[in-house]
C-alpha cells in the first residue's frame, strides 16, 4: 500500500502545486472529449491547459527539470526528426509535419518533475484525489447504463451540449452493446470511447488496492467496468493483477483470484454472459475490435515495411499510420487502432523507434515510486490505447507516474548538498509497506 504522508513531512509539501496537480487530473479525466480545431486538425484541451500549469508551477518552484529526461527527449526527438527528414528528402507521399510538431510538443512537461521531497509527499494525496474522481466517473457510468435498463433512450448527452468543432472526432463515443441493440455501452458520458472509460476505471481499482480504498469502492468500479462491455479495462486489470500479486503476496493473488471467479460466476447467470463470451473470442473476426486493435495494425505494420531497408531504418513518415488508418475506415468502414509500437515503427523506424523507447523507460519506469503504477501506465499507454499523439493518455501517466519519480542520484544529491533542501522523507510505516516496496 502506498502510505499516507504523514505530520512530520508537512513542510515539504508545496499546497498550491497540489492545486494545480489536483486541477489537472480533474480536466484529465473530465475534459477528455474537449478539443479545438487547428488547421485542419485537433488537439485536445488538456494539451494547452498542461502547459499552462507547469509553467505556473515552473514559475512558483513547484517544478524543476530533470535533466536526465531532457536528455533523453533531446536524442529521441532529434532521431526521430531525422527519420522524418529522411523521409520528406525521399520523397515520401503526404509526409506530415504537423504529425511530427504534435510529437514534439506532447512530450515537452515530460521533461520537467517535482522535486524529491515534495513528489514523496505530494503522490499519496493525489491519488486519493484520483480515487474521489474515479468514484464520480464510476456513478455516471453506472447511471448511464442503468437509465438506459428502465426504458430511457441512449443519448450523447456531451454532444446535445457542446458544438461539433469542439469536441474530439474519429472515436467511437457511442456503442451499442452488440449490433442491432438499443442497450449502449456506457462511456459516462465524458469518456472518448466505452474502453477509455474502462481503463479508466480500472486504474481506479489499482489505486483504490494501493490506497487500501475501501470494498464498496472496489464493487462500484467492478460493476461500472461490465457497464462498459469493454474487455480494455479487464486485460488493464489483468495485467495490474499480477504486479499486484507480485507485491502485495501469495494470499492477495488468492483473496483476488476468488474474487474474480466469483464476479464470472454470478455473469454466467446473467444475459452479458453471452456477451462477453462473445467479446473475449472475437480476435478471430477481422471486423471485430479485438482485432482491429491487438492484430491487424501489426499484421499491417509486418507488411508495410516490406523488404526496403530504407523503410525498415528511418519508417514511411509522421503521420503515415493515421492515414492508413483513415483509408482502412474509408475502405471498410472499420477503425483501425495503431498502438505505439506498430505506430512508431510505421512512421520513424527502427531508428526512431530505438531511441523513443529509451525517452518511455525514463518517463514510466526510472524513479518510479511504484511499479505496479508504471506496469499499468505503460500497459495503457503503449498496448490498450494508440497513445503516442493523445495528451488523454500521456496525461495519466505524466501525473501519476512520471512528474513523481525519485532518482536514487536525486536522493543521494540532497542528501551532500547542504544548500538544498534535504528530503522529508515520511517515518517509515508498518512492515511491508514502505515506498521502496510499492
Known sequence: MIPTQEAGSGKSVNDATFRMLTILLFCEIFLQRIAFPVGGSQVQVILPI?????ALMLRRGGLTYNSSRVTTYLVAMTACSASALVCFLREKDDTSFTSLLLLLATYVPFVLGLRGAD????LPRLLDRFLIMITVLAGLALFQFAIQLVGVPYTDVVKDIVPSQFLMHGFNTSYPVQYGSSLYKSNAFICLEASFCSQFLGFGIVVCTLRNGGWWRMIMFVLAILSTVSGTGLLLLACAG???????????ALTALLGVSLVALIISFTPASSIFAARATETSSSTSSGSLRFVQPYQRTWDALGSDPMTVAFGSGPGFADRDAAAFFYRTGLPLNYALLPKLILEYGVVGTTAFIGLVVAMFVRGSQSFVLSGSVLIFYSVLSGGLLAPVVTGLGLLLVTWFTVTPEETVRLQRDPGAPSPRIPPAPAPGRSFASI
Open 50 to 54: 498542461t502547459y499552462v500549469c507547469a
Open 242 to 252: 499480477v504486479l499486484l500479486a507480485v507485491h502485495k503476496g501469495a494470499r492477495f
Open 119 to 122: 513528489a514523496r509527499a505530494l
